[in-house]
């Protein structure tokens, strides 16, 4: 079916904008990509998984200007001993970043690799196959002009983790960065995110983990306010393997993060969690798909987002069940905490199950602060700011809690404190 | 605002004085007091009994400044501060507590973390150092032991999953270490049975002193032969109408509410 003309223009403009970087094994990779990018068209007000978010700006040529913002905070993840890889821009920093070396992991550049390299079996397979039955034509595009990047190859358990760091320095910035994660059989590893990374950005990870693997991903994403970022995890788990990410949204104008998870091997684990905390010109979407493909397997999406003065809170959550998949054990819960009543949260849960032994729960709820709660804080001494904090703090903890590394929990308990007493001045 | 620090408050001091006090529900129009008059002094245990719906709750309520109540006529004072004008975290800071007839279940925030938070909000509030890890550790270890509440309690979530006799012993933890001037016990015997009774009311006693003034609001008779009142008031009608000492709450238990109604009508 041919597109419409009004998504064809966009798609070319679009293009016309982007240079593709040429050369090396990617080039196959990227070729497809543009060739799915061409057959999909970019994301319109129009398509059905666009509905509650405007995908304009995240598909104009320029990137719309993003002020920069200095919090004049302590880094994230500051406290954690972790292997430490900058990005400014877009643009990897070898200066500002650690050396490469960490037992049982390689670590190669994408815009640097040589020409035969593990990942050209993997890059853009986890985003092509993602691509059905809902289009992601975003992530295409991302394959397709990824600029930089990282390749993590972990072969047996990491000693620390590998903190990527996006810092934010250009106004116009428009960043596409793709990582390629390769988890052996029995190897573990945590990945960390952290900053603004640029005025727009477009990030895909495809994390491909084998039998018995394990991994673990939390993100902080920037409090640039008028930043933008399509994100996309991309991830297949093997048999009995484990694939856990948490993120904490505070502030951007616009955010979509889309996770698309496939557990292939019996007896896998996945979670999906996030927790965001929005003020006013605020666009935060989670958008995740989870295709349960084996027998016993487990799959767990805890959202929460706290919302005000106008901010506004989109969930796409699917669970996926196919024939054959006995057992599964899917469980989805989206909140949102709602402080005034010009914010607004849209939830769409959807289940579809074609196999007759399986449990999957989900529920969706919008509300206020409870005031019996609140009133019970208040009559112990509490001041009505911090009781409400308190509060806050206790909706988000569900979704805190699926990081599994209770030091990584505080400090991202910690991060949520000093948003909330930033607010109250 | 704010109680003065140390000691000085002398037995038979006024702590809480009520005048004429009524009260609306602000979204019915409803009248529930209609003017009570009711003095505590430092060191007293005053009572209150009375049928439902006489408006002892409501006291309570409006007393620890919650939303919904409009106080049309007199005045409330704590140690003569007016409390009627002050939020309700400004009354706790004034020594006022209220152990609540159903305390609030609040997932996701842990019992230590918010007593902390409530003893050092006070302190901060009066003008005092807040209270140190250690300190507010060794303190609560040693109070949780009375009201025999485990270490596992302390770390579960406010009131989360707690039995009923948990909840009111919660209650009593969090009046001992926020060390208020008044206290208000409202219907702290429901849902009790007689051990758990007997452990809350052990917990209340401990802390009757010369400087404290107590506010029991029952149903029945059974709490105050635990916590022995030095004064019974009947409420009905929104009214204290009949004073007494611990032989009317006796009356009340013997003869029920309807002979000393009739006797007052």
Known sequence: ?425 | MGRPCGPGNEKGKQMLEIKNLHVELEEEDKKILKGVDLTVEAGKVHAIMGPNGSGKSTLSYVLSGRDGYEVTEGSATLEGNDILDMEPEERAAAGLFLAFQYPVEIPGVGNMTFLRTAVNAQRKARGQEEMSATEFLKEIRARAKDLKIDAEMLKRPVNVGFSGGEKKRNEILQMAMLEPKLCILDETDSGLDVDAMKLVADGVNALRDEGRGFLVITHYQRLLNHIKPDVVHIMSDGRIVKTGGPELALEVENNGYADILAEVA
């Open chain 1, 1 to 425: 079916m041919a597109l419409p003309q009004v998504k064809q223009d966009a798609t070319e403009a679009r293009l016309a904008a982007l240079d593709m970087p040429k050369g090396g094994w990617p080039e196959a990779a990227r070729k497809d990509a543009m060739g799915r990018v061409r057959a999909m068209g970019l994301p319109h007000a129009r398509d059905e998984y666009w509905k509650y978010t405007r995908p304009d700006t995240l598909v104009q040529p320029e990137a719309p200007e993003a002020a920069l913002f200095d919090d004049g905070d302590a880094p994230v993840f500051g406290g954690v001993d972790s292997l430490k890889l900058v990005f400014v821009d877009g643009v990897f920093d070898e200066a500002a970043s650690d050396a490469a070396a960490l037992e049982h992991v390689s670590i190669d550049r994408l815009a640097d690799a040589p020409d035969i390299h593990w990942a050209k079996d993997l890059y853009g397979t986890l985003e092509a196959r993602g691509q059905a039955p809902v289009q992601r034509p975003l992530a295409a595009l991302n394959t397709a002009y990824a600029s930089d990047g990282v390749l993590i190859h972990a072969t047996g358990r990491a000693a620390k983790p590998i903190s990527l760091i996006y810092r934010h320095r250009s106004t116009s910035s428009d960043a596409i960065l793709h990582h390629v994660v390769k988890i052996d059989s029995g190897a573990e590893l945590t990945v960390l995110e952290s900053g603004p990374a640029a005025a727009r950005f477009n990030k895909v990870m495809e994390v491909d983990i084998a039998d018995g693997g394990t991994f673990h991903h939390v993100r902080v994403q920037g409090r640039d306010h008028e930043r933008r970022a399509a994100t996309a995890i991309f991830t297949r788990l093997g048999t009995e393997s484990v694939f856990k990410s948490f993120t904490l949204t505070a502030n951007g104008v616009l955010t979509r993060n889309e996770c698309v998870i496939e557990l292939t091997g019996d007896d896998a684990v996945a979670h999906v969690a996030g927790a965001c905390m929005g003020d006013g010109d605020f666009h935060h979407d989670d958008t995740v798909f989870i295709t349960h493909d084996a027998l016993n397997c487990e799959s767990r999406q805890v959202f929460k987002k706290v919302l005000r003065n106008g901010a506004k809170g989109v969930f796409q959550g699917k669970i996926l069940v196919k024939e054959g998949a006995q057992k599964t054990d899917g469980y989805q819960i989206s909140q949102s905490l709602l402080l005034d009543d010009d914010s607004q949260f849209l939830a769409k849960p959807e289940l579809e199950i074609y196999a007759d032994d399986v449990a999957c729960s989900h529920g969706s709820t919008s509300g206020a602060i409870d005031e019996e709660a609140l009133f019970y804080l208040r009559s112990r001494g509490i001041d009505e700011g911090p009781a409400t904090d308190l509060l806050t703090i206790a909706f988000l903890a569900e979704a805190v809690m699926e990081i599994e590394d209770e030091s990584l929990q505080d400090e991202i308990n910690g991060l949520v404190e000093a948003w909330l007493s930033r607010r109250r001045g």
